[in-house]
């Protein structure tokens, strides 16, 4: 299992561009020079000239352009049962999904490769750092994805994990290399950041207050962000002042000017306090979800529930992906940039669009014992918002793998 996870990272970049290798590989032809034809395009011989030229073109490969492939034999990258700190919200397998075929499909962008997750070279790069996933359920799941990815190759007295408030963290001792994650549902404060009760039917945020989290992720090493489907409803009350003071000023603000204002306090506070030599920085567009079956040709009454294969129809967009904010994550980076910050957007939206089957739908721990009523209706309870495990958010780790060692 190990040993599949793990081919030359090295060599992905001279795959990526086998094209415009190909047609380098012609020129040269044409010039006369005839040693380079037959099996001698293996990678050794590449002439420097092409490798760098193969560079070129792997910055210029959309990752987030492709489709999804069948492929058991190399997926998944990690098996659930044997994941130590496997979530009962993700477990799907355990509880009780039959059809597994959701583990197994691989993104292949359309213009190159990804590269193969390789857990001990990402260990090898966090040692003595920090990872930190920063936001909500789904980036928790994208951080459970993470720490089972390399956890298989850490033996078991050489890892720990814990969780103290609204941190978690992951640490593979041997490389003093740390995977967190940090509850921070709207990355602003809110009344909702209890990593525990956080359902609160009147939901509160002070949209200029970052702080109270922020301290806990300053001095990290790379940071990965998000925050969508918490913002998802007509209009927020927001506070200026403290949850206690009677000065305080409450205010209705509709969506998505709310959501704007919070990512400018959250890209305000990145400016000043992060060191872009030192840290690099990450934001995970919106999550999809799949409610809607008529949406995908299903009845209205339908949604993932009892889906089994992906939707093949290219550029699917569903109603639960919302344009105007993504345009506004997009501004907001693009702003940042011309400040003199990189943050690097991971477009999982349309890729994960596609897989209405990869979420827990019913194969998941209840929190509470369902009805009969539920029970007699399945649709009514199911999951359409998180992902199971192995599954999409491991594919989403793979780009991100992608861009760490690309930067
Ligand atoms: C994975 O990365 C490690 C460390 O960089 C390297 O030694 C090893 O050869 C890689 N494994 C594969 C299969 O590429
Ligand atoms: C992979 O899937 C193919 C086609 O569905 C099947 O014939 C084959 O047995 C599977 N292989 C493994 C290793 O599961
Ligand atoms: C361990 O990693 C942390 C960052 O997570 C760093 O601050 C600390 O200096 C490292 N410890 C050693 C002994 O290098
Ligand atoms: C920023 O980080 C780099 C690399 O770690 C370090 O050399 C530099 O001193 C830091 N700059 C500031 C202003 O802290
Ligand atoms: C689930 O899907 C299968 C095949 O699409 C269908 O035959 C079956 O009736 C569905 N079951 C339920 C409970 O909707
Ligand atoms: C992310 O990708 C989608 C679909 O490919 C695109 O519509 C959207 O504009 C992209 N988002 C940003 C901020 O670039």
Not at 121 to 128: M, N, P, Q, T
Not at 371 to 388: G, N, R
């Amino acid at each position: 299992m190990v040993k599949k996870q793990q081919m030359v990272a090295g060599t992905w970049g001279i795959r990526c561009s086998f094209q415009s290798l190909a047609a380098l590989l012609v020129t040269i032809l044409v010039a006369g020079v005839i040693y380079l034809t037959g099996e001698s395009g293996s990678l050794i011989e590449v002439p420097l000239l092409t490798l760098k030229h193969a560079d070129d073109s792997m910055s210029h490969c959309n990752f987030f352009s492709g489709k999804w492939v069948f492929d058991n034999h190399s997926y998944p990258l990690y098996k659930e049962k044997q994941c130590t700190f496997m979530s009962d919200q993700l477990a799907c397998e355990k509880f009780g999904r039959k059809d597994l075929s959701y583990q197994q499909w691989r993104w292949q962008p359309h213009h190159c490769d990804l590269p193969r997750f390789n857990a001990t070279a990402l260990l090898e790069k966090l040692r003595d750092k920090r990872l930190v996933f920063v936001g909500d359920s789904l980036n928790r799941g994208q951080w459970v994805s993470m720490v089972c990815l390399v956890e298989s190759s850490v033996p078991p007295t050489l890892k720990s994990m814990h969780t103290s408030g609204s941190l978690s963290t992951f640490k593979a001792i041997e490389y003093n290399a740390s995977i967190e994650f940090y509850w921070a549902p709207l990355l602003v404060d809110s009344n909702s950041d209890d990593p525990l009760n956080h359902r609160l039917p009147d939901r509160i945020v002070r949209v200029q207050a970052i702080e109270k989290h922020a301290r806990h992720w300053t001095d990290a090493d790379i940071l990965v962000f998000d925050s969508y489907l918490w913002w998802r409803r007509p209009k927020m009350k927001v506070l200026w002042g403290s949850y206690e003071s009677p000065e305080g000023i409450y205010k209705e603000v509709k969506m998505p000017r709310v959501y704007q204002m919070a990512l400018k306090t959250w890209s305000d506070w990145l400016e000043i306090h992060i060191n872009s030599s030192k840290t690099q920085l990450f934001f995970v567009s919106m999550s999809p979800t799949h409610k809607r079956g008529k949406e995908w040709g299903k009845a209205s009454d339908q949604n993932c529930y009892n889906e089994t294969e992906p939707i093949w129809k290219e550029g699917y967009w569903g109603s639960g992906s919302d344009h105007k904010m993504m345009r506004i994550v997009g501004e907001t980076i693009d702003e940042l940039k011309i400040r003199g910050v990189k943050v690097q957007l991971i477009n999982i939206t349309q890729l994960s669009q596609y897989r209405k089957e990869g979420h827990p739908s019913i194969y998941r721990k209840q929190w509470e014992p369902l009805t009969e009523e539920q029970l007699s209706k399945p649709v009514s309870y199911a999951d359409c918002i998180h992902w199971c495990l192995p599954g999409v958010p491991d594919t989403w780790n793979e780009l991100l793998y992608a861009y760490i060692f690309r930067y």
